[in-house]
């Protein structure tokens, strides 16, 4: 008798999970302590750096740019630091640590703020989150955190002032108001508006500039877009600085409102700009309405090279849905044994992931806040008790007696002197003294003036005054007498331009920088020949921010001044500033040291350069 075995079914085993991933918890995480010893390795210096951005109307808006890349950073990654991977993000670490190194050889600020930038962008870079694989593009507002170099935000100033008196001019014209443009001024029947900085577009222009890069970094938009936003938040700026210019003159003469002043012009201003700023949401909600993929996810139609090069272009990875999820796990999986260069990067530096490697890096951040902060201990830096806001410090450096440059036997009649105050004459500057005068140099009969303005947060390019008020710059040195160069103190030159225009009259100009402590500003090369400020980048890129007054000798004639003529007028220039020098000194109630050419100080009495 047999028994029939009970058949054995088949074992049902459950499949078990893939395990979840260990990470190390992020404050013993290695990669935590290495960028937070980039980002703070500069902080010394810019301290120094961001207080004299916060002296710059039109650069007051980076404490937002900070807290906004902050905030989003915050709330869409998954607030873990990884390794830097990513190619870029190693190529950004390579630039910032260059930067770092040219901050600590030259003292400058500036350049430590392009190495914070980088590093940041570069920890954005590896910094990923549910919906994001990669931060980097929240990096785009950090961007506007270095200011433009070489003088070019002067040069933007000169270019916005011209387009918006243009443009408002336009404007009145059709509307009908009665006007007259002499340079920068738009003169009405009973007053004149100056188109100075604060409503030339400058201020909102950068501000503009910060609204379209966090648009982009807020909607995702793609990084090649983020030019364009720039020119059309340019445009846009312009534009509500000519509304605003053009409000001025209408409420003026059709309403007899003075909204060229105090609080009305704040409000103007604000008003304007939210205009401004709602035209660039609109423009961006067009952008995003014109450009948008074909079908629900830019991996559709690969078999359409057109419609996929389109896809890929516009799709910033909104546009994932149902149908792209599924289209996407029916494609073939890649070989776990072909891995790319970047797995392989992330597994090599993941072997750093351990204690020892954490305090190394914990001792490298203070290392680098250590030697950056030996580096800015020689920097000078304004206090901010001085009270800088934009272009000017607040009060005077030296207040000349009308009887400071008098007509003597040096060959020139003084015509007139005129003192202005409390920004009382915009063009010549918040505070200035004008001595025009009239003689003969080599058989030329000239006519030119001294001006002595104050008080500057910085070097004042003058050549850019000029050539708003079309003078064509022919050419641009830097002088220096036989008296200057063998005097017992160093003595900085000053600079010399030569300018021309339509017929063969010239113009030249004189200028220097006299500091508070009545030393001489040596002269920067003219913002916007970057071969010419490259080549002098040892003392360019040391940033100067101190109280100072630019002294400038304007004198214009029929014709260029022969070289026997310029001579002469070098050394009364370089007369005229060691006395203005020596009388800021004496002032101060300091001892100055005597140089070979100098009198002793006497700011009382008459003095012919």
Request: aromatic residues 10%; contains cysteine.
């Amino acid at each position: 008798m047999t028994t029939e075995a009970t058949p054995i079914g088949p074992m049902r085993t459950k499949a078990a999970a893939p395990p979840a991933v260990v990470r190390t918890p992020v404050m013993q995480s290695v990669w935590t302590w290495f960028w937070a010893a980039l980002l703070v390795a500069g902080l010394p210096m810019l301290t120094i750096y961001f207080t004299r951005m916060w002296r710059l109307d039109h650069y007051q808006y980076f404490p937002f740019a900070i807290g906004a890349v902050v905030w989003l950073a915050w709330s869409r990654s998954d607030r873990y630091f990884y390794a830097p991977s990513r190619l870029s993000s190693l190529a950004l670490i390579a630039i910032g640590v260059l930067a770092m190194l040219g901050s600590w050889s030259v003292q400058s600020p500036w350049m430590m703020s392009i190495a914070f930038v980088c590093f940041a962008a570069a920890c954005l870079a590896v910094m990923r989150g549910p919906a994001d694989k990669s931060l980097l593009g929240l990096a785009l507002p950090l961007l506007l955190l270095v200011r433009l170099p070489l003088g070019y935000d002067q040069l933007l100033v000169i270019e916005l002032q011209r387009l918006t008196t243009l443009m408002s001019s336009l404007l009145l014209d059709v509307l009908s108001i009665p006007h007259a443009v002499t340079r920068n001024v738009i003169e009405l029947p009973d007053r004149e508006l100056f188109v100075a900085e604060a409503c030339s577009g400058i201020q909102s222009v950068f501000t503009m500039a910060f609204l379209s890069t966090l648009i982009v970094a807020i909607n995702r938009r793609k990084l090649w877009l983020a030019p364009i936003y720039l020119v059309i938040a340019l445009i846009l700026a312009v534009g509500g600085n000519v509304l605003r210019v053009t409000m001025v003159a209408v409420a003026d003469q059709w309403l007899s409102l003075d909204l060229a002043s105090g609080w009305a012009h704040d409000i103007l201003g604000y008003t304007t700009l939210a205009i401004s700023a709602f035209f660039l949401w609109s423009f961006d909600g067009m952008v995003m309405t014109l450009m948008h993929v074909t079908g629900t996810s830019a991996e559709e139609h690969a078999d359409n090279p057109i419609v996929a090069a389109w896809n890929w272009v516009v799709d910033d990875g909104q546009n994932v849905d149902a149908v792209g999820e599924y289209y996407r796990s029916n494609q073939p999986t890649t070989d776990s044994n072909k891995v790319g260069l970047q797995l392989q990067l992330a597994r090599l530096l993941n072997r750093l992931q351990a204690k020892p490697f954490a305090i190394a890096m914990g001792v490298l951040g203070v290392v680098l806040v250590s030697v950056t902060t030996s580096s800015a201990m020689k920097v000078s830096a304004i206090g901010m008790e001085q009270g800088a806001q934009g272009m000017f410090l607040d009060g005077l450096i030296f207040d000349p007696p009308a009887s400071l440059i008098a007509s003597g036997n040096t060959g020139f009649e003084l015509v007139s002197h005129q003192s202005s105050r409390e920004n009382e004459n915009p063009i010549l500057g918040r505070n200035a003294d004008v001595w025009k005068f009239s003689a003969v140099v080599g058989g030329v009969p000239i006519q030119g003036q001294f001006v002595l303005s104050q008080t500057y947060a910085e070097w004042h390019e003058l050549c850019l005054c000029y050539e708003n008020q079309d003078w064509r710059l022919l050419n641009r040195t830097l002088e220096e007498t036989e008296a200057s160069a063998s005097a017992a103190t160093t003595a900085e030159p000053f600079a010399y331009a030569l300018f021309g225009g339509d017929t063969e009259a010239r113009g030249h100009l004189w200028y220097t920088a006299i500091t508070s402590d009545g030393d001489f500003v040596f002269p920067p090369e003219r913002p916007g020949r970057i071969g010419n400020r490259l080549a002098e980048a040892s003392d360019g890129l040391e940033e100067t921010i101190e109280p100072m007054m630019m002294l400038q000798l304007w004198v214009a004639s029929p014709q260029k001044l022969d070289t026997q003529a310029v001579n002469r007028v070098d050394e009364m220039f370089d007369g005229l500033r060691h006395k203005i020098a020596v009388a800021v000194k004496a002032s101060r109630g300091t001892t100055p040291q005597q140089s070979k050419g100098e009198q002793n100080p006497v700011s009382s009495e008459e003095v012919s350069p």
